[in-house]
């Protein structure tokens, strides 16, 4: 097993574990080991989606509440034809982005992924710090190509920081004997991606510790704020858990070297020892991440995606990023006559 905790705002590596015992293996899993990430590289697909707004195909942009089909598909590669599945086996139909993210379905990520297109999601990877060669597919979508620990880490750190990125770094300073500064490190930062859109992927992942794949977290103890998510590898060789708060981000990797079967998934292996390492460093008191400007909240109705009237049965709030947020009333309960007149007269 690997762990790396992160202060997001400085890069800072606060604690390392690369194996069990140094003394039986000086091998670092925490950095040198390049696995498959699995479930784990989907917020950056979706992330990837979030940014790209109206630059897609048709000028729909794609948001948390966007309904995907979950459904049997084939895509035509080089190496023939591929049909993913979900872990369950199963498919699910209609789904908003954020239903899928936090069940964390196979489909509709490779579905976004197409829509996206590779290129922009592997531009957004290398912004938030990915060095790691990735693998220019739909695959990708998956978390395909393998990749380390610290990498992954230290890019759900910039969600953290409201999409910047700060490389990681161990060394603080280097001083002389009588305490004068020889050498200060300058951390390396940057903008990877919108302030908005890492709060809106921010929010996704919330969800994924509330009520995902990761909500047995809450029965382990956790009380903080935190957002995060699992990741689980094709045949169970590979699980995963990072997580964050606005102060810290934790990366949890276990797996066996020669890639053996671990037969179990993030939230069963990484989970527990990620959840056990945070209650000790993080206050149940912990604040909440800070909205930036230029998001928007909506009542939506779930079935349409549409702004809800009175007539829809169920409502829920989700967030937009300014601009790509509905502006039809639900179509399939109500026209929202009285919403729309209301909203003429100023009132919400």
């Known amino acids: 097993g690997a762990l790396v905790a992160l202060d997001p705002a400085t890069g800072g590596i606060l604690a390392m574990v690369g194996s069990r015992d140094y003394r039986a293996s000086q091998f670092n899993r925490a950095v040198q080991a390049k696995r498959q990430p699995g479930s784990l590289f989907k917020p950056l697909v979706y992330l990837a989606a979030l940014e790209a707004r109206r630059e897609l195909a048709g000028g729909q942009p794609i948001t948390a509440a966007t309904s995907i089909i979950d459904e049997p598909v084939t895509f035509e590669s080089g190496a023939g034809k591929w049909a993913p599945q979900n872990y369950d086996h199963r498919f699910h139909g209609a789904v908003s982005v954020r239903a899928a993210l936090e069940q964390s379905l196979n489909i509709p990520a490779v579905k976004i992924a197409q829509a996206v297109g590779t290129k922009r999601i592997l531009q957004t990877a290398e912004k938030l710090g990915i060095r790691s060669p990735l693998a220019d597919n739909l695959s990708i979508a998956l978390g395909t190509s393998g990749v380390s620990l610290l990498e992954m880490t ?15 770094t161990a060394l603080r300073a280097v001083m002389t004997s009588e305490g004068d500064p020889l050498w200060r490190h300058t951390p390396a930062r940057r903008q990877a ?45 590979d699980a995963w858990f990072v997580g964050y708060t606005p102060d810290v981000v934790v990366g949890v990797w276990v797996g066996f070297d020669d890639e053996e079967a671990l037969q179990l998934t993030g939230a069963q292996a990484a989970l527990p020892m990620w959840v056990e390492f945070v209650r000790r460093i993080v206050p149940a008191t912990s604040r909440d991440f800070p909205q930036p400007p230029a998001v928007v909240t909506r009542d939506i109705d779930p079935q349409s995606a549409q702004l809800a009237t009175s007539k829809c049965p169920q409502r829920s709030a989700e967030l937009f990023i300014e601009g790509t947020e509905p502006s039809i009333y639900c179509e399939v309960h109500g026209s929202g006559f009285w919403e729309r007149v209301k909203r003429s007269f100023g009132f919400s």
């Open 193 to 237: 991606v919108s302030p908005q859109a890492a709060y809106v992927m921010t929010s996704l992942l919330k969800g994924v510790v509330e009520r995902g794949t990761a909500a047995k977290a809450k029965g382990m103890g956790l009380r903080a704020i935190v957002a995060g998510k699992t990741g689980t590898t094709d045949g169970y060789r």
């Open 154 to 168: 230290s890019a759900f750190g910039a969600l953290a920081q409201g999409g910047l990125f700060v490389a990681p």
